[in-house]
């Protein structure tokens, strides 16, 4: 066969990709990106056009993600909805700012002064002095370093609650030594006084004291020891919810004999305090 007549050879010409064969899949990598980034962008435009609620809410996750404090937020800094602070959770409450005060550094030396007590009014929380002053100057209205402390700690705590607050100041039986009239009346409402701008000024919510109270010596914790200095003390009482103090004003007054049932008794004259007292 002549080189005529033999067949051209077939020549398969073989092109290689693009832009693809050399970036391989980047794009995919760049494209989720953008789809991440497009989702949180949607997510922060969802909570801004949505209620105080839902932003509590989300707030409270992030700040207790496992549930463990059951109060939208461990402890009490949380969101402040939901928080366990009705009659029957006084006692929860009481555990969690117990809890708080443990973290304290050097609290071992000053754990017998701060009582916290579930009482009829709400949940009491008292800083007791002693007899060199441990929360306030000797014989001032101005906290001390240790007071300050404890009094912001407690100001972030309770001012995630909805709860109004009570504020007193007490003293002891002895009488103050002044020339210009100063008595432990000014002092215990002073004190209290001093107590609540401290507080306001560093976690509690605008309007959340509903009172401050001086009761001086009228209200001693030890009666037997007037001039105990356990007597000397502030009292930051977290009120129940009016719905709780309506259920329990309901239950007193249905224990309450009827009249029918209640034995004549005639007044009693009341007898005057001792002198000094």
């Known amino acids: 066969m002549s080189d005529a007549e033999r067949p051209a050879p ?6 290689k990709g693009g832009h ?18 497009m989702m949180a962008l949607f997510i922060v435009l969802w909570l ?11 707030g409270g996750y992030f700040q207790d993600p496992l549930g463990h404090g059951k109060l939208m937020g461990s402890t009490l800094a949380g969101a402040g909805e939901g928080l366990l602070i009705h009659r029957d959770d006084m006692s929860k409450l009481k555990d969690v700012i117990e809890n708080a005060i443990r973290q304290i550094p050097k609290i071992d030396a000053i754990r017998d002064q701060v009582k916290i007590t579930v ?15 441990t929360f306030f100057e000797s014989g001032r209205p101005n906290p001390s370093p240790q007071g300050q402390e404890i009094l912001k700690l407690l100001a972030r705590q309770l001012g995630a609650l909805p709860n109004s607050l009570l504020i007193e100041g007490h003293t002891d039986a002895r009488p103050y030594a002044s020339t210009n009239g100063y008595t432990n009346w000014e002092l215990s409402a002073d004190r209290a006084n001093a107590a609540r701008r401290l507080m306001e000024s560093d976690g509690l919510r605008p309007g959340q004291v509903a ?3 001086g009761f001086a010596d009228r209200s001693l914790r030890d009666a037997k020891n007037p001039e105990h200095a356990s007597n000397r003390r502030i009292s930051v009482i977290v009120k129940y919810q009016e719905a709780d103090l ?8 249905d224990a309450l004999p009827s009249a029918a049932e209640k034995p004549a008794k005639p007044p009693e004259t009341p007898s005057s305090p001792a002198a000094g007292h």
């Open 10 to 15: 077939i020549i398969v010409v073989k092109k």
């Open 20 to 37: 693809g064969g050399h970036h391989g899949g980047a794009w995919k990598v760049a494209y989720a990106d953008f789809v991440t980034a």
């Open 48 to 58: 801004l056009s949505s209620d105080e609620k839902v932003k509590k809410a989300v």
């Open 119 to 133: 009482t009829g009014e709400g949940l009491r929380i008292e800083l007791l002095e002693n007899e060199t002053g």
């Open 211 to 213: 009172q401050v109270r």
């Open 246 to 253: 309506e259920t329990a004003l309901k239950n007193q007054t």
